[in-house]
């Protein structure tokens, strides 16, 4: 393509951008921005780990930790999801609102560390002369 051609192309292309707001339609397979859920969270950190983009931070502290997740940092890969073996975290298809400046979505949690389960008790030892396994049926006499 010569230089006139490219240049005609170009004056009386029309607009090759769509105007802000407008935004073009998600593509198929999007994942969708990431919805926490507190009650689930152990505080692992295991998905700030996952995420190369960070988009998730992680602030751990004496009886509480704070989740922050920024949409508008994050690419929807999906591998915090994935990660996460409580499943506190989900994605749905939706598209994040359209935001003017920076860290504008980003959602912070301040949530307080769950007391860990009990452990259960060790079973007791056998009692001095008391026969650990029953004997067994046609044995010796
Ligand atoms: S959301 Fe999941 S992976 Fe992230 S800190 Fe909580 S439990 Fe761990
Ligand atoms: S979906 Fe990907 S980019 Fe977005 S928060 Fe999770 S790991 Fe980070």
């Not at 009990?118 to 030892?125: G, V």
Request: charged share 20%.
């Amino acid at each position: 393509m010569n230089i006139l051609t490219m240049l005609w192309k170009n004056l009386w292309g029309g607009s090759q951008t769509l105007v802000f707001p407008a935004r073009p339609a998600e593509g198929k397979g999007f994942r969708g921005q990431v919805h926490f859920n507190p009650e689930q969270c152990t505080g692992c950190a295991i998905c700030k780990f996952r995420c190369t983009s960070r988009a998730i931070e992680f602030k751990g502290g004496k009886g509480e930790f704070t989740w922050s997740y920024d949409p508008g940092q994050c690419t929807f890969c999906g591998r915090c999801v994935e990660g996460c073996k409580t499943h506190a975290l989900s994605q749905d298809a939706e598209c994040p609102p359209l935001y003017l400046t920076i860290h504008e979505l980003k959602n912070v949690y301040t949530v307080a560390r769950k007391a860990p389960a009990p452990r259960p008790a060790p079973a007791a030892p056998p009692a001095a002369g008391e026969n650990a396994e029953p004997p067994a049926a046609g044995g010796a006499q």
